[in-house]
């Protein structure tokens, strides 16, 4: 097998040996098939290349001091799914069927499966597309639900470290009453050109306000936002925002180390009480922001002073992290085991 560095891994794609496929025909789900191509043969009018009927998930299987993976909440991730696949008029995938695609995928790739202690994971993405050919506006009557994953190291290259992001005023990723709560890829679509010029400044990422009133806060590129305050864990509610399953388990661990938990609207000035301020996903894990820069209106939110991400970001990051690897047990059942 070609040597991985996996201390060195970046968040990208690396070719693995197979995925799983299951098409729906006729309103019915068909048999697994296991691929080792990496190519979709796709009719050229299908309507996901037209029309956005297009879904997508990311989670993530760690492998453990005891040389078994886990599997992070992958119930959670396939309810999603199943939201997002309602919210654009796609077949559901049904949760055994997204488990056994993804747990046959994990145990397939098993090589790819980085080794405990190397900070890398295996980032598992369930893929649901309209495949059926249509030209005018309406969902597919054919859909194509699969299963790839590949070996990866931190989303933001510099890792459990801070980082500096920026307000975007110009774009949206989505609309106040649209598929921002869905994981779609034309909401990515429409991040890019924000992200790129957030990039070139010299940002990891950008901030994004409200669509409506640009009054609140939204996310944080491709993860959601926390702040800390008073030994509280403050996060946006909002309807144009993915609802992470990350934050919503740190949300969690938050209440049961003690602290509060508030989730709702928060205000953009609030930005300026916060001790701490992270990003959160199963990409981002937590990633510390040590400055907020507001080009536009010449505002600038600074956290982390000494540099180090704060003493509560950092407990939320080893107890999940620790969850994550199995170095602590899981009260909470969201560790799945692709041998169990
Ligand atoms: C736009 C966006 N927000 C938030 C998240 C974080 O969600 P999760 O914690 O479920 O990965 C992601 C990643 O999936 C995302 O793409």
Redesign the pocket.
């Known amino acids: 097998m070609e040597s991985i560095d996996w201390r060195n891994l970046s968040f990208g794609y690396v070719r693995t040996d197979y995925n799983v496929r299951c098409y729906n025909r006729d309103g019915k789900w068909g048999e697994l098939e296991i691929m080792s191509s990496e190519y979709i043969q796709l009719h050229m009018a299908a309507t996901s290349l037209h029309y956005g009927q297009e879904a997508f998930e990311?989670l993530k299987a760690f492998r453990g001091k005891d040389n078994r993976v886990r599997v992070f909440r992958l119930a959670e991730?396939a309810k999603?799914m199943h939201n997002t696949a309602l919210g654009i008029k796609m077949a559901v995938v049904p949760e055994d069927l997204f488990r056994r695609a993804v747990l046959t995928a994990i145990r397939l790739n098993d090589r790819f499966v980085p080794p405990y202690g190397t900070g890398a994971s295996l980032y598992i993405r369930p893929l649901l597309i309209g495949t059926g050919a249509e030209v005018g506006v309406k969902p597919a009557s054919e859909y194509l639900f699969m299963v790839f994953v590949t070996p990866v190291g931190p989303y933001f290259k510099e890792g459990f470290k801070p980082v500096d992001i920026m307000v975007c005023r110009d774009y949206d990723?989505a609309a106040p009453l649209g598929t921002g709560c869905y994981?779609v890829g034309g909401?990515?679509a429409a991040s890019l050109m924000s992200l790129e010029i957030a990039h070139h400044k010299g940002f990891s990422t950008t901030l994004y306000l409200d669509p409506k009133e640009k009054k609140y806060i939204d996310?944080a590129?491709?993860?959601?936002f926390f702040g800390i305050r008073n030994n509280c864990y403050i996060t946006p509610s909002s309807k144009s925002?993915?609802p992470?399953?990350?934050?919503m388990s740190l949300q969690q661990l938050a209440w049961d180390m003690g602290m509060q938990v508030e989730c709702r609207p928060v205000p953009y000035d609030e930005l300026a009480t916060f001790e701490e301020a992270g990003a959160?996903?199963?990409?981002?894990v937590i990633t510390p922001i040590r400055k907020i820069v507001d080009p536009d209106i010449n505002r600038i939110f600074e956290y982390c002073s000494d540099g180090k991400p704060g003493p509560f970001s950092t407990r939320l990051y080893q107890k999940l992290v620790s969850i994550q690897n199995g170095d602590e047990p899981d009260p909470y059942g969201w560790i799945e085991h692709p041998d169990a």
């Open positions: 990311g991730n999603r990723r994981k909401n990515y996310e590129g491709p993860a959601n925002i993915l992470s399953i990350t934050n959160c996903g199963t990409a981002a």
